[in-house]
């Protein structure tokens, strides 16, 4: 479903007029847009945030291949969306990298100097561009291929035929509830009870999706 239509779905709801046509651009940016409109618009976007943070959507997942230089222990992972990562493997040696802390790297472990295979990552805050950074123990003296199974949140949605990534049922209740408990027309009874429904929607999408990802706790060992 389009930024468009799940603005849209959730004026209906609200029986207000509709948005008839497509905008350019940022939907904050846009002439044609009314102020209220704009409003559900962000509206979306707060609850869309919250049902990403719910659950590992499928979606939501991607590959991140990194290739070491030799040298260096320092890498950027992201672009600057917020990512949960899932796995590591090093496709060089075909070997799982631990997530441990910089301390563990740094004075627990491994010293900073030491090299060799890298083992161990850990987070290394971010730069100015607010691109994730890594730290890699031992420091790698070769190329490696490295493949990062993460989970990485959707931007904002803006443009108007942007395509939503995860379930749209319970976006635009929960965004339905948020426009009604700003409105603040009924005391906040309809708006618990929308609230109430979209967190069911919630829970029924995440079951679905679930349901295709059972194996992944399982333990295949080849003999």
């Known amino acids: 479903m ?6 849209n ?28 409109h704009k409003v559900i618009g962000s509206l979306v976007n707060d609850s869309k945030r919250h049902v990403e943070e719910r659950h590992d959507w499928l979606n939501l997942r991607e590959t991140k291949d990194i290739n070491t230089v030799a040298g260096t222990k320092n890498y950027n992972l ?3 969306q917020e990512i949960k990562i899932l796995d590591v493997i090093n496709h060089t040696t075909g070997l799982h990298l631990n997530q441990v802390s910089r301390v563990y790297i740094n004075s627990v472990k491994y010293p900073t100097d030491d090299t060799g295979e890298p083992l161990y990552y850990a987070f290394n805050g971010s730069d100015a561009s607010n691109n994730l950074k890594i730290d890699l ?24 035929a942007t ?3 995860v379930p749209s049922q319970p976006v635009i209740l929960g965004a339905w ?8 027309e009924d005391g906040g009874t309809q708006s618990s009870l929308m609230a109430q429904e979209s967190s069911e929607a919630l829970k029924q999408a995440i079951m679905l999706d679930s349901g295709n990802t059972r194996y992944e706790t399982d333990w295949y060992v080849n003999v």
Not at 9 to 30: A, K, M, P
């Open 2 to 7: 389009t930024y468009r239509e799940l603005i």
């Open 9 to 36: 779905q959730v004026l209906i709801r609200l029986r207000e007029d509709t948005i008839t046509s497509d905008w350019s651009g940022n939907i904050n940016d846009s002439g044609t847009i009314s102020a209220y």
């Open 78 to 80: 992201s672009s600057g």
């Open 137 to 160: 123990s031992p420091v790698p003296t070769e190329v490696h291929t490295l493949s990062f199974d993460i989970i990485k949140h959707q931007d904002a949605l803006q443009a108007a």
């Open 163 to 165: 395509v939503l990534k």
């Open 177 to 184: 509830a948020r426009a009604i408990a700003e409105r603040g």
